[in-house]
């Protein structure tokens, strides 16, 4: 008996998820619509059967249930013409112990309006329910009960209010959560860009300077020459590492390893070393004592150093760069200084041929890592310097 009684419920449940599921399928406007229908229907029912069915209870009726077309868009003044017609429907003693459609209101109210109006409406309701009970003469007991059906009513209203904002915030939250992941997939895939370019811009200038000037050194000084082709080829493997440490990020990793760390302050002697085989004099120098870094402020301080250098050698007819690291007690200051020709649009600006990316690409980097970025040109207005500041901390 117990199992036959337990699949009953279950059933029972079933029938009525699916009953709910169709309900919320319909139009609201034709839910509200037969609700009202059902809610008149109901007060003229009651009062032929209480044989109290005179002509006016069908427009009385209706006065009391058609409101409830627009409880959704205005639940307090639904309410309020709702429960006034049935305190009249009430006091004329042809209205049931059951008032369904100020039950509706009462509903409606709880779950749509804001805290005033919900409590100018619980007080009305009461003063309403009292004066239907008293009027009449009707039991007191019956206050009681009908007090129990519009807390049950109000009670259902604040669940649904609750859901709706527990889904609203749910709603919000999911939409915050793809905002910031979308942010920082443009920010992931910005610095990536940024690497690249630097990587790119940095090894292939090098590797165009060399192979220029290739062909002039294997006529009249062999040995330099190979010296050149080594340079090239040595710049070349470090570029296609470098790439592969960058692009590594794009890869999905299985085993959960850790990715081989971007270059750091400890590259920049092999960094300038390149760019002196290219041609140029260049010197590193450091003032003050150095200590460990972050690792994101050593990559921005090698990113600014070689976009630097890549300026450079790419578009500054410079003989001589100068790399310097000052440190200071929360600050590193890197300063790269050539006697080129200066900046070809102003300081800061891109130049017709496209230089101007890779000084918009170090004030994203450095703006990233919380310091300051100031190019323009040398003292004395001669060449071109490049100075950045970056917190350690």
């Known amino acids: 008996m117990a199992g036959a009684d337990t699949g009953q419920v279950a059933r029972l449940n079933e029938y009525g998820e699916r009953l709910a599921a169709w309900a919320r399928g319909l139009p609201p406007v034709a839910v509200d619509a037969t609700i009202a229908a059902a809610c008149a229907l109901y007060v003229i029912f009651n009062a032929g059967v209480a044989d109290k069915l005179a002509w006016w209870v069908p427009l009385a009726a209706s006065v009391n249930a058609l409101p409830l077309l627009w409880r ?7 309410a309020a013409i709702t429960g006034l017609s049935t305190t009249v429907l009430a006091s004329a003693d042809v209205l049931s112990d059951v008032p369904a459609a100020q039950l509706v209101a009462t509903y409606t109210f709880a779950a749509l309006s804001p805290p005033l109006k919900r409590l100018i409406a619980v007080v009305a309701t009461a003063v309403g329910i009292t004066v239907s009970i008293v009027i009449p003469h009707d039991e007191a007991l019956n206050l009681g009960m009908i007090g129990i059906m519009f807390a049950v009513a109000y009670a259902l209203g604040t669940a649904a209010r609750a859901r709706r904002d527990r889904i609203a915030m749910l709603e919000e939250r999911a939409l915050r959560l793809t905002q910031e992941h979308e942010t920082a997939a443009t920010r992931e895939r910005e610095r990536i860009a940024r690497e690249v370019h630097d990587i790119l811009a940095h090894s292939m200038g090098l590797v165009v300077v060399q192979a220029e000037a290739g062909p002039i050194a294997v006529r009249h000084d062999p040995d330099r020459a190979e010296q050149m082709f ?14 592969r440490r960058v692009l590594g990020v794009l890869r999905a990793t299985d085993d959960g390893g850790e990715r081989a760390p971007q270059p750091g302050l400890d590259a920049l002697p092999g960094l300038v070393q390149r760019v002196g085989d290219a041609g140029l004099t260049a010197t590193l120098s450091e003032d003050g004592a150095p200590r460990p870094v972050p690792a994101d402020v050593a990559t921005t301080a090698y990113r600014i150093v070689q976009e630097s250098l890549t300026n450079t050698v790419k578009h500054a007819a410079a003989g001589r760069v100068d790399v310097r690291l000052t440190w200071a007690d929360d600050l590193l200051r890197i300063e790269v200084a050539d006697d080129g020709g200066g900046p070809a649009s102003g300081p800061g600006r891109p130049s017709s041929n496209g230089g101007g990316h890779g000084l918009i690409g170090m004030r994203e980097r450095v703006a990233a890592a919380g310091g300051t970025l100031d190019t323009g040109p040398g ?15």
């Open 230 to 243: 080594d340079t090239i080829s040595d710049t070349a493997r470090d570029a296609l590492a470098q790439l």
């Open 379 to 393: 003292p004395g207005g001669v060449g071109f310097r490049v100075t950045a500041s970056l917190r350690l901390y």
């Open 72 to 78: 959704r868009q205005y639940p307090f003044a639904v």
